[in-house]
Nanobody
Framework: QVQLVESGGGLVQAGGSLRLSCAAS????????MGWFRQAPGKEREFVAA????????DYSDSVKGRFTISRDNAKNTVNPQMNSLAPEDTAVYYC??????????????????WGQGTQVTVSS
């Protein structure tokens, strides 16, 4: 079993930055693909970014590409998305997710085995 805890959310003005963190504990392993998703009120959960366990290959949704950067520190069992140039439409609860190494797209929430509780990000205009 793996536990994921997100942190770093908060209130920020448009154009500002936030750095989220996801700390993994329990049966941790470097062989987890990690993903970030978000859900705004009244909307479905959507893919934000992912990073593979092998090779650290990253993937971003079109809406955040060029503004967000995801990285992982396997020694610390953390995954950190750096979010820059935030806009009000980025307001959502952000969730960290983990799965065993998988060849399917990291954009599919159904392929993840473990989820954190989420952290709120609010961007004011």
């Amino acid at each position: 079993q793996v536990q994921l805890v997100e942190s770093g959310g908060g209130l920020v003005q448009a154009g500002g930055s936030l750095r989220l963190s996801c700390a993994a504990s329990g049966r941790t392993s470097i062989y987890y693909d990690m993903g970030w998703f978000r859900q705004a009120p009244g909307k479905e959960r959507e893919f934000v970014a992912a990073i593979t366990a092998i090779g650290g290959v990253t993937d971003y949704s079109d809406s955040v590409k060029g503004r967000f950067t995801i990285s992982r520190d396997n020694a610390k069992n953390t995954v950190n998305p750096q979010m820059n140039s935030l806009a009000p439409e980025d307001t959502a609860v952000y969730y960290c997710a983990a799965r065993w190494v998988d060849t399917r797209s990291g954009r599919l929430p159904g392929t993840y085995n473990y989820w954190g509780q989420g952290t709120q990000v609010t961007v004011s205009s």
